[in-house]
């Protein structure tokens, strides 16, 4: 078996993993009023990548630990980052009615529910973190970091400048900008609190942070790239839009070719960054390879 077929095993089996404790903490479908905890449920469990949480799980036991502690920690971030998708699908944001080869969770459920799905995953990514066995400081520093990261100084910060500059001419500030809040960040907190709960060091800390950022920023690239030259077929979503609505990517402001440029260039930074832990990091390592040749 080869390292990237390893790589994809790892995966799934971890996918699978966080599947069951989103599915088992959740309300069920069937729980009144069934609408919205079918709606919550609907867009969760639609085929998801999960590398969030993938890099949280993986990153906890690179701080050599492998018990299930951190699979809610997992799961929290992955009901974050659903509720994002959910609310950037709306006609008043990002207006897309395909997700995951799937009708959008509005275009299946209406605007109204699809709304209120995303608020209640919010809810419930916090409940969730709330009853993480982990000692108190390591807990309140995660929720502290998880508002931050997810609110007007992260997530929703970059959703908002992502909204403004559509068809406008941004700069390369501005850009970055949009990439680090509205993607990089959240990825680099689903590896931060991988090693948080590992308890690492502040130098491990400072360290995959770094790499955080960097596999965060190459992840959003290779979107914009997809968006270009992907297909509908494959990612799940429509191809084009970012183009054709004159959203601020990459391709628009550097163009094609000096994206991949920099993709290729991010991809060898994140590897060399975590090529510091050895034979440990193995999977992380191939993980900045497989997020940098995805079709989807």
Known sequence: ?????????????????VNIVIDRFLPRKDEYPKIIHK????????????IRPYLTITTYQLFGHMDKKILPVAAAIELIHTYSLIHDDLPDIDDDDLRRGKASNHVEFGQDIALLAGDALIIEAFRLMLQLDVKPKFKAQMISEFTEITGSKGLIAGQ???????GKKVNAETLDYIHMNKTAKLICMAIRFGAIMGEASEDD????????????LLFQIVDDIL??????????????KDFKVGKAT???????AKAKEKRDELMLKAQNIISFYGPKAEFLKKICIYVATREF
């Open 1 to 17: 078996m080869t390292k990237m077929m390893r790589l994809k095993k790892d995966v799934k089996e971890k996918r699978e993993l």
């Open 39 to 50: 709606a919550m449920r609907y867009t969760l469990f639609a085929g998801g990548k999960r």
């Open 160 to 166: 908002v400048v992502d909204i403004l500059s559509e």
């Open 205 to 216: 800390l400072i360290r995959i942070t770094d790499f955080g950022l960097t596999l965060g």
């Open 227 to 240: 968006d270009v030259e992907g297909t509908t077929k494959k990612m799940g979503k429509k191809s084009g």
């Open 250 to 256: 990459y391709p628009k402001v550097y163009g094609l």
